[in-house]
Each structure stands twice: as structure tokens, then as C-alpha cells.
């Protein structure tokens, strides 16, 4: 499920015709420059494609019209190297549908002291230039992300990766369809949501399944297919059970899930251990399977969280870390050493895991089927975030949490689950009294490979509210930002 190499960004550099046809001619050939060297530098995840240089309003329009249209571009970056009046750019603005990036930077990186002219002044004027384009953006409320500096430093270039990587996330939701076999979990709030509001402003198509459809697709699942299925799995997993049959039907189930998300063009699912008519086991393998193939999933009918997951599963697309849908579970209280413990009933992606998993069959306390098999790991140490999207009301809220993951400090040898623990930031207390302010649910997406940056820029860019616990937070302060935030997004519909 490999995306990320698919995607583009255009690069737009601005001008006009005051200055003659020799220094139009400089500012291609520098801005070709500047273009070959992002993507030689080996640290972008997407390719940047130079288009020739605008310097007309009709022109503007024209290559922003294509930009929308073409479905390989997932955002804009523009640069000023002379000066582009920017009532010129205000009838592109308004019809631009694609992330934008304005890259304010300079060709020369020194002003060369001999050298320097008025010729050369016209020429390198972006400290000129691209504030008068910074301020048609900021007239029109646009959503972007500005990134300054050199564009040959790694920490620049490396903030230009990091945006592309909300931005493939942004085409990624745009395109999401989301399978749900079953609904929510009977009476519970944080995981429902408006599907109309998330389809309108996120792009989500979440429709239901029948579960007797995919038990019928469960039957049609052939012995031979399961065979190089068991195959794979003792390749890559410690088989720790005797109970074969059990891992067999969790076969079943991965190859007829996989079966149906593929026919519709799916994504993400859910599933909830109250809907199971007709199958013998609640997937727990066959689910974990799945999310290490880079679905997403969420349990109980978590349909927003299963998008989530998707999504950054996407925009980590390359990087060290695992990404995996998650629920705090129980806590260490220890003082000054307080630690939450996350696991789920069984579906944690492999993708976070410090050791080998292990094949288990063990009961499970609810849903009255048969024991599940499932993979059993211990999540690896490093920092990471936690991600809730929950429904306000009105408006969709992200809340992103920082965590720092640590070897587990106890072996757990009854527990049958896959499990990871952290330390919340600032600290459990304080952390967990700003989530619970901000309504996070007990679903999460962590991620070892994306930052609350990445996650902000999405935001941004979906017009979603965003919110962020980290090393700083204060409560005062934290409840005073939401209490505001409040206020201005109940202004803005
Ligand atoms: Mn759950």
C-alpha cells in the first residue's frame, strides 16, 4: 500500500516583465537550480516538478486550474525570487484546491560584497518579493505553511519533507474510503461522529458492510489459500500455540477482509466484537495483519480513528517507527514515575514492535466467541505522539499528545496482548487532565514516525481545529486556549 512516490509538487516561482528578458532568463535557470538540488538532497519523500515561470495573472490561474485537476500534484510551492505584484495571483488564490507551501528563500545565500549592484539587488529581491506574496495569502486566509531559509540547508529542506508528508496525507483523506463491518459500540459517545461532516470536510466515504456478506467471503476462503498464508506467518512470527485451527481462521479472515476492502477501494475498517453473527472468532491476527499491510483500523466501530490510522500510516510512508491504532488502557501510579500502559482487546499493528511477535490463542473475556489468535509484542522505546480526531459538534477537534515510549518495566506474562508504555507529556497527571479537557477519546493513532507538526499542518490544511500537549503544557493555560478556540470556531461557521 505504497503511496507516497506517487505524489508531486509543483514549484511556482513568481515575476514579471519590468525587468527584461535577461534577468526572466536568470530566474529560470536559478530556479531550475534550486529545484534539481531539493530533489537531489535525498531527503524529500516526493518529487518536486519546476514549471516554467509565471508572470502574468492568466498564467497564475492557468497552472493553478491544472494543479487542482491533476491528481498525481498533492500541493503548490511558490517562491518570489524578484518581485510578483500579488493582485496578479489573487484569481489563481481563489480557485486553488492543493496544499501550499510559500518557500521564502534566497538563490545567493551571501550577499557578495564586491559584486553587488542594482542589477544584482533586482535580481535576489526575495526579502522584497515574497512579502508582497505573503500578504495576498494572509488577505485571503489561506491556509499555508511557510518555510524560511536556505535551500540548500538539510533543517530547511527537511521542512518542506516534513509538510509534503501532511500534504499526502490531505489527497490520502480526500480519497479514503472507510469499510465499517458492524457500527458503533451500543451507547458509546467518543467514537460516533457526523459521517456527513467528515465526508464534507475530510473527504471520508464511511459506508457499512453486512457482516453475513463477509461471512459468506469467510467460506469461500479455499484450504490452500489459509496453507500460504500459515507459511508466511511462520516466516515472520513465532508460532506459540498448539492451537492451529484458531490461526487458521484468523487466515480466513485476513485473506476475506482483504478480499472486500480491495473490491471497494477501501483504505480503513472497523469491526465490534457486538456484531460477529455468523463468525467464529473476533479478528484479532487477521486484523493486525491487515494494519501492518498499512490499513487502518478501529475497534468498536471506531470509524474515525480506523481513518486516522490510514492516513498516517501514509504520511510515515518511509520513515523509522511504526504507526498503529491504540487505547490507553491502565495506568502505573508510581509517583514521580507515573507510566500509561496501551494495548487493545487484540488489534495492535506489528509496525510498533521492539521484539519478535508471537502467534498466542488465549480466551477473550467478551463477545462470546471462540479464542482468538492475535499477535503478542512489547512496543519499542522512543519518543512518539498519540492522535484523537473526536466530533465536537459543528466541527471536527485533532488532538495530539507527545509521549516518550519505554521498554516495558514489567514482563506482563499473563497478559495476552500486545502492549506498549509511556510516559505522557509533560507528565501523566497533568497530561491526562488536558486530554480529558480537550475530550480525547481512549482511541488513539500512535506513531514513532510523525510529530505534532505534521499532524498541525494537516490540520491546517483539512480546516480542522487543532490542539497539542507537550513538554510545555500548562493547565491554566491549556483550558484558557480551549475555552478561545471555543469561541473562534463557533464564530467561524
Ligand atoms: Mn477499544
Redesign the pocket.
Known amino acids: 500500500m505504497s503511496n507516497m512516490k506517487r505524489y508531486e509538487f509543483w514549484f511556482l516561482t513568481g515575476s514579471q516583465h519590468l525587468y527584461g528578458e535577461e534577468t526572466l532568463r536568470q530566474v529560470e535557470e536559478h530556479s531550475k537550480i534550486m529545484v534539481d538540488g531539493l530533489n537531489n538532497s535525498g531527503l524529500l519523500p516526493c518529487k518536486v516538478v519546476y514549471k516554467p515561470i509565471v508572470t502574468t495573472p492568466d498564467q497564475i490561474t492557468k497552472v493553478i486550474k491544472e494543479a487542482n485537476y491533476d491528481d498525481n500534484c498533492a500541493g503548490i510551492i511558490t517562491w518570489m525570487h524578484t518581485f510578483s505584484p500579488s493582485k496578479m495571483w489573487i484569481n489563481g488564490f481563489t480557485l486553488l484546491e492543493k496544499p501550499y507551501c510559500h518557500f521564502h528563500t534566497q538563490f545567493n545565500r551571501e550577499i557578495p560584497d564586491e559584486e553587488i549592484d542594482m542589477d544584482f539587488m533586482n535580481l535576489n529581491q526575495s526579502a522584497h518579493g515574497d512579502r508582497e506574496h505573503g500578504f495576498i495569502a494572509a488577505r485571503l486566509r489561506m491556509p499555508r505553511k511557510i518555510v524560511v531559509g536556505y535551500w540548500e540547508d538539510e533543517d530547511v529542506i527537511d521542512k518542506i519533507g516534513n509538510w509534503m508528508r501532511s500534504a499526502v496525507g490531505v489527497a490520502v483523506s480526500k480519497n479514503l474510503k472507510v469499510m465499517r463491518f458492524g457500527d458503533n459500540m451500543r451507547q458509546v459517545a467518543v467514537t460516533e461522529g457526523d459521517k456527513v461532516e467528515a465526508q464534507i470536510k475530510l473527504g471520508w466515504q464511511v459506508n457499512t458492510v453486512a457482516v453475513g456478506d463477509l461471512v459468506q467471503v469467510i467460506n469461500e476462503v479455499t484450504d490452500k489459500q489459509v496453507d500460504d498464508l500459515i507459511e508466511e506467518y511462520k516466516e515472520k512470527y513465532t508460532i506459540a500455540t498448539d492451537n492451529m485451527d484458531a490461526v487458521r481462521y484468523q487466515a480466513k479472515l485476513e485473506i476475506a477482509m482483504k478480499k472486500l476492502l480491495e473490491a471497494e477501494g477501501c483504505g480503513a475498517f472497523t469491526n465490534t466484537f457486538e456484531d460477529l453473527h455468523g463468525m467464529e472468532q473476533l479478528p484479532g491476527l487477521a486484523t493486525q495483519r491487515l494494519t501492518e499491510a498499512g490499513y487502518g483500523y478501529g ?2 466501530g ?1 470509524w474515525k480513528v480506523s481513518a486516522m490510522t490510514h492516513i498516517m500510516k501514509q504520511m510515515a510512508e518511509g520513515l523509522e517507527g511504526g504507526t498503529a491504532f491504540m ?1 490507553d488502557y491502565t495506568y502505573d501510579l508510581t509517583k514521580g514515575r507515573e507510566l500509561s500502559l496501551g494495548a ?2 487484540l488489534e495492535v499493528c506489528p509496525s510498533l514492535a521492539g521484539d519478535k511477535p508471537r502467534i498466542e490463542v488465549h480466551p477473550l473475556g467478551i463477545g462470546g466467541k471462540a479464542d482468538p489468535a492475535r499477535l503478542v509484542f512489547k512496543g519499542h522505546p522512543g519518543d512518539a505522539i498519540v492522535v484523537s480526531l473526536v466530533d465536537m459538534g459543528g466541527r471536527f477537534r485533532l488532538i495530539v499528545q507527545d509521549i516518550e515510549a519505554v521498554d516495558p518495566i514489567y514482563e506482563m506474562p499473563n497478559l495476552p496482548v500486545a502492549r506498549v508504555m509511556w510516559k505522557a507529556k509533560p507528565d501523566l497527571l497533568t497530561g491526562a487532565e488536558c486530554w480529558i479537557l480537550a475530550g480525547g477519546a ?2 488513539t493513532v500512535l506513531s514513532y514516525a510523525l510529530n505534532a507538526r505534521h499532524m498541525q499542518d494537516f490540520a491546517e490544511m483539512m480546516g480542522i481545529e487543532f490542539v497539542h500537549i507537550h513538554k510545555d503544557t500548562k493547565v491554566d493555560d491549556f483550558k484558557q486556549l480551549l475555552f478561545l478556540q471555543d469561541i473562534a470556531w463557533k464564530l467561524n461557521r
Request: net charge negative.
Open positions: 475497534g468498536e471506531d487505547e487493545h482487546m481512549h482511541h
